[in-house]
């Protein structure tokens, strides 16, 4: 008897946490375009004469417990202006304001990866908490600048914010996969896209919704099962699509990092967001 009890105990610890998840209202908001960029620097193999008007986005997450999160940050800074054809940008942090969200209410920062386009934009938030991956803060704080071809699309800037607020105690770092620490919320490790990318699983109201961002550039990635033109690993980042399609409630809910036409699948809210449901 005391086993069946002990049993029924443990599956209940499991069981409950479940049923009592936290959820979250999803929203896709595009602040920019990136026009004419080059399909193959997002689909490997792509022709390289196909060109596509990029949307640059940013993810917002708004949970009943008043956690009003992002998933990557955007950028601002003027070089990236002269670098990119840049088109319909409005600052990540005034994009949201139709959410009725300002930069100060922004909770959490939960940060896919390094890159300049979507760290960029981690000082607009004042008050956020930073969730990144251990392996890529330890290396971009670090190792990676020991020689000249080991950072790319890393800014030293955007890096240096994330020292900052390490040092103010608002910065966490994600322990590897499934990472559960926010109820609601996992963490999981990426196709390599950068040193250790992740991406992030959503509790939404009626379903879970991956946010795969760059590991996952454009619906085309997945719908020919084709890796991303820009990774350290290829295999790995097949291997990570797959993963991330069998975590989403349905394929429709993994969500590309740049493909404008997350803005035609969803219901618009506004210009430039779209509620994920």
Known sequence: ????????????????????????????????????????????????????DIAMMIWVLKGVDGRAAIVDAGFHREQYFKQFAVKDFVKPSEAIAPLGITPEQVTDIFLTHAHWDHAGGVDLFPNARVWIQKDEYDYYTGEAWQQRSTHGGIDADDILELVRRNTQ???????????????????????????QSQFVVVHGAHHEVVLASDNMYLYENLDTHTPIAQTLDAVSNLRTQDRMKSLASEPRFLIPGHDPAVFERFDRVSDRIVRIE
């Open 169 to 195: 105690g608002k910065l966490s770092l994600v322990g590897g996969d499934d990472d559960t620490t926010i109820s609601g919320i996992t963490f999981g490790i990426g196709g390599k896209h950068t040193w």
């Open 1 to 52: 008897m005391a086993r069946l009890v002990a049993a029924a105990l443990i599956l209940l610890s499991v069981l409950v946490p479940a049923a009592d998840m936290d959820k979250y209202e999803i929203y896709a908001v595009r602040y920019a375009t990136i026009s004419g960029f080059r399909v193959s620097g997002l689909v490997a193999g792509a022709d390289p004469s196909r060109r596509l």
